[in-house]
């Protein structure tokens, strides 16, 4: 029953041996064994595949992101043309390229998906605290990814768009100046802040979700997958299989679906550039990408006209929820993990992103009215 | 336990919907990737509509011709639309089959009886077929009306001086949730027509005698083929195929967008402009206001030269002015 | 919970029957399930934990008598795999029977291999399928310049006015125009040796042969006919590309003399001496009835026996 092929009377073959050889002195096999055996209570499910799709979708952008900085140069002067270079000239660039933009894209829905699962499984609770928190850090630094990565092609879009969001940046009381200065590396937009937008979308930000992906499983393998939350012990364990091959085979259906939309969305819309930066925006009217944009709306309300308003609508309360969201585990120590038994939880939920897509579409709807 | 609660027809429609379409979306959108890359189609703005209709479900697998015939949500072009919407018909039939025996065996603890997945296929199709056009019709409907409302409410003079972008919130709130609200009623209704199809081909199985874990194992096991050698070698074989056809037609540069399915410069969705129309409005009622003011100024002007010529004794008559042409009122938006 | 340790003795109501030698722990509760008694040598047996009546240093009290013990299924170790082949995070918070052997049964729908190697076979199939339609356009992407076609074009050096003497090497400079990828268009400088050749050279140097220039597709560029008497030689040393010049031997008289390694060529271009691979790269020269000199850019890979032209 067990997976290991006896040796046979023949003797193995080369990989067996070459696998044995590394076995006894690493213990490969106990540590493939202890990292995939893991049972996961009520069966795999496809539920819980948006962490393993999260980092399918983090390698992909960084391979593409790696393939794109072979032809890519972050100066004022030629980051605008080599994008250009990379979409018309270069053999499939426009196929990389895009696939980099969307999947910047799916990132972020599957980061929603990821989020709403957990919330709604109740799975940020004790244990799980310690989790969360990480959790909630990486979502930040998914944030961080796209506004950072948005300059990069420095055509007006990106040019204007990053300049509106670090004017925002700089309404915060006290430290506001401070840290609008310090991302655009002077007073304003230009080679220092793309110099700097680069080293951070391309070292410190894939640095930093590295480490804090790897302590993110290695804190959910220490507290065990939280299982369905309903279902008679009996069904549970009826259910109940391994991680390896079931979750796996589960996931990566999951990843080669994320896989094949991010490449259909390539081809229905293709990345297209703008015209070069220039510090005049003429007629073009500057917005950030579309999973900020529900903020950009928030912004246009009246209540948060004024620059203390802007403070208010695009770091203050944003932060707060975010404070709540940390706290979250901490404050809802109720076991209940039945999302139908927590109905603060399931409206709040439904609420919050009743929101956020209000707020989208009334931006895209906005768009006709600026002219 | 929870027997009782999953024979709902709700909870069985939705079940089994649910689980057909993802089942099948997969190849479904491989082969929708391919047709892509090799230009045999072109989508519109509208892919999302183009995803619910084509890879979605069975359900909505013939009602796409019909809706396309008697109202015309035009997705796209290119034969490979057509060729798309052929392969899928095999592969939801796969998919019902593999979904409605498991759903059979762990919720009702029925024997699947043969040819389960041609039939409900065939039953869920034409129930789609006929209630998918209902549906869209209903729905376009009321979302234009209640678009309508919520513009005039806005337009009335208690509300005009609202800024436009709480206006945009608040009007979107108010026909969006309208709109959500009837579409979610009309499916829930699709949903449990589907899950009453589904029970009354329940109504002739026999219920199977096993325990809840060899239930279980068996419809986890039905899930391994055979012969998995032939299978998966099958698969990677054509696998491999797909990917060869794709690197030779994958455009080397960016494809352009086809004539069909140009992106328009405005907004692909119904254009309501009420703020346009508005300044239309009160631009063609100024001129309208401005036209009858030098009507009547004419008017008193010639009165008062009337006067002037009846006291002068000589009666002019006056020229029927160009004010007594009826003014045309302009066409409205 | 009771904690039964391993070797402790077990004794039936009549009598004792072995000693625990393996403990069976439930995956999902954490609970101990089974004990695994040795029964003396006649084939160990797997004994529920309703059936402990106590649990005291050392010893393990059943309530039940050895015959029903002995009656139980005998136990199969088949169906178990021990803790360190298995992911259960905080079990030794609860299990205290170490040490020895803990094992956990399998759970039910892992009990059949043809499953698990299926899922297993599947997973590699489907993420070599994600890997392979991208494989090729990634190596495009990535081989895009480095095959660059060449550029033909005639480019004007100067006059043969220059040319004094003949069989005598004279540099001629001239500027190339370049455009990399997205870079502005930028000018580079380079030089060529051309020498107006009486016969006797000219011979050495066509071999009774005209040269003639083909694209990378075998496409004839142009001819070097063996009786036009200028000859044109790329300023780079196939040798490993150094620049050139012409120089007086002390013994081989004037010669092309390349300082970086000291190759040595004689007016036709002919190795005399020096670690060059090859004779001097004559490059397409043609001269105008104004005597204007025009030469197409080519240069070759440095240090082959063959010529092979890379620009």
Known sequence: MM????????????????????????????????????????????????????????????????????????????????????????????????????????????????????????????????????????????????????????????????TVGVEIMDKTPVIGDFMARFLKGGATPGQMTLSRFFVIHVMILPAGLMGLAGLHIFLFRAAGPAGPFRGTPEEIKAKTDYFFPRQIWKDIVGMVTVFLTICALAFWEPVVLLEEATPDPGDYHPEPEWYFLFLFQLLRLKMFGGEFGQFVGAMALPGAFMALLAALPFIDRDPERNIFKRPIALIGWIMVMAMILLFTIAAIINREFLD | ???????????????????????????????????????????????????????????????????????????????????????CIPIDI???????????????????????????????????????????????????????????????????????????????TLWGSV?????????????????????????????????????????????????????????????????LLFWAGLPVSTPHPHECCKKPEVKAQPPYKPVDALNKNEKAITVLAAQVESLEKMKTEEEAAKEKEKDKGKAVKAKPADAKAPVKAPATP | MMQPKLKSKVRATDREIGEVTRVIVDPLSHEISHIVVSMNGSGERQVAMTFVQSVADGLVELRAAARDILELP?????????????????????????????LVPFPELEKSVKRRTFFMNFTHVIGFLIGLPIAFPVLRYLMKPMYSPFDNGWLKVGNISKIKQD?????????????????????????????????????????????????????????????????????????????YKWRQHKVLGQVFLCPCHLSIYDASGKVLDGPAPRPLDSLPIRVSATGEVEIIDMEFKAGTKTQIRII
């Open chain 1, 3 to 162: 997976e290991q092929t006896p040796p046979s009377a023949t003797g193995l073959t080369a990989l067996e041996k070459v696998i044995a050889f590394v076995d006894e002195r690493v213990g490969l096999k106990t540590i493939q064994a202890k990292m995939l055996n893991e049972p996961v209570p009520g069966g795999s499910r496809w539920a819980y595949v948006f962490g393993s799709i999260l980092l399918f979708i983090f390698i992909m952008q960084a391979v593409t992101g790696i393939l794109l900085m072979f032809y890519y140069v972050p100066t004022a002067d030629h980051a605008f043309a080599s994008t250009q270079y990379i979409i018309h000239e270069v053999d499939y660039g426009w196929f990389l390229l895009s696939y980099h933009f969307w999947g910047s894209t799916a990132m972020v829905v599957c980061v929603f998906a990821h989020m709403s699962q957990v919330f709604l499984w109740g799975a940020y609770k004790s244990p799980r605290e310690l989790i969360w928190l990480v959790g909630l850090a990486l979502f930040g630094l998914v944030m961080g990814f796209g506004f950072t990565g948005y300059l990069l092609p420095w055509d007006q879009r990106a040019y204007w768009a990053t």
């Open chain 2, 1 to 87: 336990m929870t027997e009782r609660e999953s024979t709902s027809p709700l909870k069985l429609g939705l079940n089994v919907l649910w689980s057909a379409c993802w089942t099948g979306f997969p190849i479904k959108l491989a082969i929708a990737l391919l047709f892509l890359a090799l230009g045999m189609m072109h989508f519109e703005a509208r892919i999302g509509l183009a995803f619910l209709m084509y890879l979605a479900s069975p359900v909505t697998v013939f009602a796409m011709p019909i809706l396309s015939m008697a109202f015309e949500p035009h997705l796209g072009e290119g034969f490979g639309i057509a060729l798309l919407f052929l392969l």
């Open chain 2, 94 to 172: 796969w998919a019902m089959g593999v979904v409605s025996r498991t759903v059979f065996l762990e919720k009702l603890r029925l024997e699947p009886p043969d040819g389960l997945a041609l039939s409900l296929w065939i039953k869920t199709a034409l129930a789609g077929a006929v209630y998918m056009p209902i549906l869209w019709f209903v729905v376009g409907f009321v979302t234009e009306n209640s678009i309508a409302m919520s513009h005039a409410l806005f337009e009335t003079d208690l509300l005009k001086a609202v800024p436009v972008a709480e206006k945009i919130g608040i009007e979107l």
């Open chain 2, 179 to 243: 709109s959500l609200g009837v579409l979610l009623v009309m499916l829930l209704i699709g949903v449990t027509l589907v899950g009453r199809v589904i029970k009354s081909a329940a109504q002739s199985a026999q219920p199977t005698g096993q325990s809840y874990q060899d239930i279980i194992t068996r419809w986890d096991l039905m899930r391994v083929p055979a012969d998995q050698g032939l299978m998966l070698t099958a698969v990677t074989l054509v696998g491999v195929v797909l990917s």
């Open chain 3, 74 to 102: 005998p136990f199969k170790r088949d169906e178990y795999v021990t803790t360190h082949e298995v992911e259960i995070a905080h079990l030794e918070e609860k299990v205290h029977v170490t040490p020895g052997e803990v």
């Open chain 3, 167 to 243: 069989d005598i090497g004279f540099q001629f400079k001239y500027k190339r125009k370049v455009k990399e990828a997205y870079m502005p268009e930028s000018e580079i400088e380079k030089n060529v040796w051309i020498l107006k050749a009486t016969p006797a050279v000219l011979d050495k140097v066509y071999q009774g042969k005209d040269l003639e220039f083909k694209d990378a597709y075998g496409k004839a560029v142009w001819t070097n006919k063996k009786d036009v008497p200028f000859v044109a030689f790329s300023g780079k040393c196939p040798h490993l590309g150094c620049g």
